[in-house]
């Protein structure tokens, strides 16, 4: 790599340290930088659920050398979606062939697990790049544009070159820049349940771990009734998350973390459920509500040396599962951006071109997991099964594929925004990334 001759090391403050603060520390201490993250909580309330990170993720996290077994994750081999009543498959798109095609893997983490194999890699000695630090119990209160002073409730402040606000769907770096979201609660409620794999066997229950499948029961009769089972550490764990309609059960005010609900609570939307995947719910542990708001997009995500990463910039309903990817993808975006090659020393220039390359992509993302809510043909990978009996979709050629997440190079799209900023002519084959000529399953051929 040629090092660009503007390029200096930058001290970055990160406000949050789940998945996307941890994410975006191992990419900036890499690029050469010092990083400071700060968390208002000690962790101890990590969510206890699964979290999946497709290949546009996990692409990431092999080149920044993140020790992926760490995560105990299970790689999918199929997403199946079910009949309501019977359980029988309905839709599936198999993942056979996922890695040949893409090289990397569908991994399924647990949540604790995923985001403590992201903080050893950024804080740990091991790895390119000064160690970040991690400060617990500070908690950001105000940030002065001008001056890029933090200050904390706990009474200290600190000041950095750059700032960025991964403060998660709550954000308070978001109101410290101005943006005010558009905001309401989704029509359908969330329910999280976690099912030991080994007592449903012992009960006689189907093992649905086998399967190494992410699977759907419901979603294609544009009714907000689903069930998503997501198997984690290494298939020992069943994880679900059981929606419906938001007037059976209003959770759009209740924080995860309080007493688990009653089970009873759990299963009473659900009278007609598969019968199999109803006993399963009902030995279900650890349930708790997920608050689920859908925010429209932000008009931007950056202002002076400050920006928003992942949840706090771009907030987006669970149906495609790439909240989590979008918040790596980010971290990506800026470890590139600030790095030896392509940083000129002009911060601002630099955050603008992250927001160029960013909120496209993630409008996107956002808006195709509003619709995959209510019709699970929406969904990426089953997007593309059009033999699908009951397959419908708002607009065939808008739909969400495994390939525009997948064939992405975001090197491309970085290198093609800053020609722009820099008046440099740019000739690579790509339009935002995407290789010109691709035939997309929706028809479309980028560049035509
Ligand atoms: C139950 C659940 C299941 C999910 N499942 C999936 C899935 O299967 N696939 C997927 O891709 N995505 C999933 N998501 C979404 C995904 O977890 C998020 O999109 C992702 O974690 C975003 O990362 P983040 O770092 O932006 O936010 P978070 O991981 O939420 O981290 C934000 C951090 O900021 C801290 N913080 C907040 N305010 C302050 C402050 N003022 N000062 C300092 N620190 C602060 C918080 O304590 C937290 O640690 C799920 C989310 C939940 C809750």
Not at 144 to 156: A, D, V
Not at 342 to 369: K, S, W
Not at 423 to 431: D, L, M
Request: proline fraction near 5%; include cysteine; glycine fraction near 10%.
């Amino acid at each position: 790599m040629t090092m660009n001759s503007g390029w200096k090391r930058l001290n970055v403050g990160v406000v949050g340290g789940g998945i996307g603060g941890m994410s975006v520390a191992i990419a900036l201490r890499r690029a050469g930088h010092e990083v400071t993250i700060y968390e208002r909580s000690d962790f101890a309330g990590e969510v206890g659920a699964s979290v999946s990170c497709a290949a546009n993720g996990t692409r990431w996290l092999h080149e920044w050398g993140v020790d992926v077994a760490k995560g105990d994750p299970v790689v999918l081999k199929k997403l199946i979606n079910r009949d309501w009543k019977t359980g029988e498959p309905v839709s599936v798109y198999s993942l056979d062939d996922y890695e040949k095609r893409w090289g990397y893997v569908y991994n399924m983490f647990h949540r604790q697990y995923m985001h403590s194999m992201l903080k050893d890699s950024a804080l740990g000695d091991e790895g390119e790049g000064t160690p970040a630090k991690l400060l617990v119990n500070h908690k950001c209160r105000d940030i002065n544009l001008q001056s890029n002073e933090i200050t904390f409730e706990n009474g200290t402040s600190a000041h950095h070159d750059l700032i960025i606000g991964a403060d998660g769907i709550g954000s308070a770096v978001r109101g410290i820049l101005g943006i005010r979201p558009e905001k309401r609660p989704s029509e359908s409620s969330c329910l999280h349940a976690n099912v030991d794999t080994d007592e449903a066997v012992r009960l006689g229950l189907v093992d649905y771990s086998q399967d190494s499948a992410l699977e759907y029961w419901g979603g294609q009769e544009g009714k907000w009734d689903k069930i998503v089972l997501s198997p984690c550490n290494n298939g020992k764990l069943l994880s679900y998350y059981c929606f419906f309609p938001r007037d059976q059960g209003d959770y759009s005010t209740q924080a995860w973390g309080a007493e688990s609900r009653p089970v009873e609570e759990l299963l009473k939307p659900y009278p007609h459920l598969d019968r199999q995947v109803l006993q399963h719910l009902s030995i279900g542990k650890e349930i708790q509500p997920w608050r689920l708001w859908v925010h429209d997009p932000y008009p931007y995500i950056h202002q002076g040396s400050v920006c928003l990463l992942g949840d706090a910039g771009h907030p987006m309903m669970p149906h495609q599962s790439q909240g989590a990817c979008m918040a790596i993808e980010d971290a990506a975006a800026l470890g590139i951006l600030f790095n030896k090659q392509y940083f000129n020393g002009d911060i601002g220039q630099a955050l603008a071109a992250y927001e160029e390359v960013r909120l496209p992509r993630v409008t996107r993302v956002q808006a195709a997991a509003a619709k995959a809510a209510y019709n699970i043909n929406e969904r990426i990978g089953f997007s593309v099964n059009k033999d699908t009996p009951t397959y419908k979709v708002e607009d065939p050629k808008k739909v969400l594929t495994i390939e525009e997440m997948n064939a992405y190079d975001m090197y491309r799209d970085i290198e093609e925004k800053l020609a722009a900023k820099r008046g440099s002519p740019y000739t690579g084959k790509f339009i935002c990334g995407l290789p010109i000529g691709l035939e997309l399953p929706s028809g479309i051929t980028i560049g035509a």
